[in-house]
């Protein structure tokens, strides 16, 4: 990255993960049509090298969207930044056709965004936490153009101040915890997984458990099973089975761009109806061939009269306590809630996320942003947070607006289209405020 830290950039991303790297590459390529769309951003991403869910990069997970959501060819579908040209690069094009296969490992999704960052490379500074965003000290939103970001280098040595007309949030989801639960060297959650699984003996995993009957709780559970063969794995659920995600066509219809309007522009009933019906298009729910791959080990073990995967179904985890070495586990189980306790080497949380939530890292700006009788963000369509009036910069938000853009806002679905319109909006508010600027 170019050392330019008392420039004024147009507009800073916070979090570089597949949303602002999208971003990124719609501002690239706004750049290609004329030095009035040329805009002048820079990025800020606390890890010290690109990574999407690494510590879920399980060898056999395949990716929930087609190749073809990826971060460019909804919006461009020329784009030298698609899956296809990543495929043509790396010279695996006729292979993958061959392979008739629209949803690729998730490791190769992950070479395909590592690809597509080291060509905005000079626009990203890894190792750089942002701290907060203000205003510049002792002015009124009505007296600033600009906002500050405090950044502190990830090895804890240096902080800096950058400067910019616009922000854009997209720090991710937030891992959730079973109430009472803490993380700790025997408690993960499921975002920490491969990490922490790496620094452990597996032979001294005999009794794993597993919880939560989602996406990452269904392939964690294979892992376990298929990587520790000598151990017992428990599978701790609240439903009475895995339940399947709904990816048939018309379902699928509502991470079209399209439903982000309905969305938007819908009544509360339209909104509630989305939920009510497609929730299980992504939460709480497995993909099919992941439930019955599970599956076919369980019978593969009947047949031999063996049984290494326990299904405790209608059960919630409700509490941990430390014991010695091993890690007793409250459970509220079966039809009767009986409650048990028991103990296990390791406990996974595979217990889902929280929603993006940048309050904290707007601090004293934050009352400057107007919510909703529910105490929620008001968002404008073109994804900016609602400030009051007298505010000049733009505050946009890429995740945290399923309840005002819908299912996609924390997915990859609608990304190619969402970071265009957030350049769109960008550029065209920029032209606007230089026409007021301009003398009469
Ligand atoms: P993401 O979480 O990827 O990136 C946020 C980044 O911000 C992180 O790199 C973080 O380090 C950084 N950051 C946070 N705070 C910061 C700060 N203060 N300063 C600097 N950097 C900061 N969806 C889908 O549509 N299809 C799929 O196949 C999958 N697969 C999938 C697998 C797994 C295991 C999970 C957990 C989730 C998915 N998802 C998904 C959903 C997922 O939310 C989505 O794939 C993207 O990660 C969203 O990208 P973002 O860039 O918004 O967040
Ligand atoms: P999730 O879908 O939100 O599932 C969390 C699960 O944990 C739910 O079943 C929930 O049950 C359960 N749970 C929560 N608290 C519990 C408790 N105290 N006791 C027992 N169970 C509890 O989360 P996820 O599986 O991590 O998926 C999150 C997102 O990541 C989804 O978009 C998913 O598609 C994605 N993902 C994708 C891949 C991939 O691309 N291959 C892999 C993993 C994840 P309740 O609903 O009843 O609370």
């Given at each position: ?31 290609a ?32 969207i ?26 695996r ?18 070479q ?54 616009n ?52 392939e964690?559970?294979r892992?376990?099973?298929d ?61 099919d ?9 369980t ?40 409650v048990?306790?028991?103990?296990f080497?390791?406990?996974?949380c ?63 679905s ?27």
């Amino acid at each position: 990255m170019s050392d330019r830290e008392h420039e004024t950039y147009d507009v800073v991303g916070i979090g570089f993960g597949p949303s602002n790297l999208s971003l990124a590459i719609a501002l690239e390529e706004s750049r290609a049509n004329g030095p009035e769309k040329e805009i002048d951003g820079l990025f800020f991403e606390r890890q010290p090298r690109f990574g999407w869910h690494r510590n879920m990069l399980l060898p056999s997970a395949t990716m929930q969207i087609s190749f073809l959501k990826d971060l460019v060819t909804f919006r461009n579908p020329t784009s030298r930044f698609s899956f296809i040209s990543y495929l043509h690069a790396s010279g695996r094009l006729p292979q993958f056709v061959n392979n008739q296969d629209f949803f690729p490992t998730r490791q190769e999704f992950h070479q395909y965004l590592e690809w597509a960052q080291s060509q905005v490379a000079d626009r990203i500074s890894y190792g750089s936490e942002v701290l907060s965003v203000r205003l510049p000290e002792g002015t009124l939103p009505e007296q600033s153009d600009t906002l500050l970001l405090d950044v502190a280098d990830a090895s804890g040595q240096g902080r800096r101040t950058v400067e910019t007309r616009n922000v854009v949030i997209s720090t991710g989801l937030v891992p959730s915890m079973p109430e009472g639960t803490e993380r700790d060297e025997r408690v993960w959650h499921s975002s920490e997984f491969l990490a922490r699984y790496r620094r452990t003996n597996p032979a001294e995993l005999r009794r794993v458990a597993v919880v939560g009957a989602g996406q990452s709780a269904a392939e964690i559970a294979r892992f376990l099973y298929d990587e520790l063969p000598h151990a017992q794995v428990y599978a701790v659920i609240p439903s009475y089975g895995y339940a399947v995600a709904d990816d048939t066509p018309y379902a699928n219809q509502i991470f079209d761009p399209a439903a982000v309007d309905d969305y938007y522009f819908g009544t509360e009933q339209t909104r509630e109806a989305f939920w009510r019906y497609h929730r299980n298009t992504n939460y709480s729910v497995v993909d099919d061939e992941v439930i019955r791959d599970l599956y076919r080990r369980t019978y593969a073990d009947e047949v031999q009269d063996v049984q290494r995967l326990h299904f405790l179904n209608l059960t919630r985890v409700t509490g941990v306590k430390r014991a010695g070495t091993e890690t007793r586990v409250t459970l509220q189980v079966g039809p009767d809630s009986e409650v048990r306790e028991l103990d296990f080497d390791v406990l996974v949380c595979a217990t889902g996320y929280k929603s993006m939530e940048p309050t904290e890292l707007l601090g004293d700006l934050d009352r400057h942003c107007l919510r909703d009788e529910s105490g929620r963000y008001r968002v404008e369509r073109d994804y900016r947070i609602v400030t009051a009036p007298e505010m000049r910069c733009g505050i946009y938000l890429q995740g945290g607006t399923e309840h005002t853009h819908g299912l996609t806002s924390s997915l990859l679905s609608n990304l190619a289209i969402r970071s265009g319109e957030i350049a769109e909006s960008i550029v065209t508010r920029r032209a606007e405020q230089r026409l007021l600027r301009r003398p009469c």
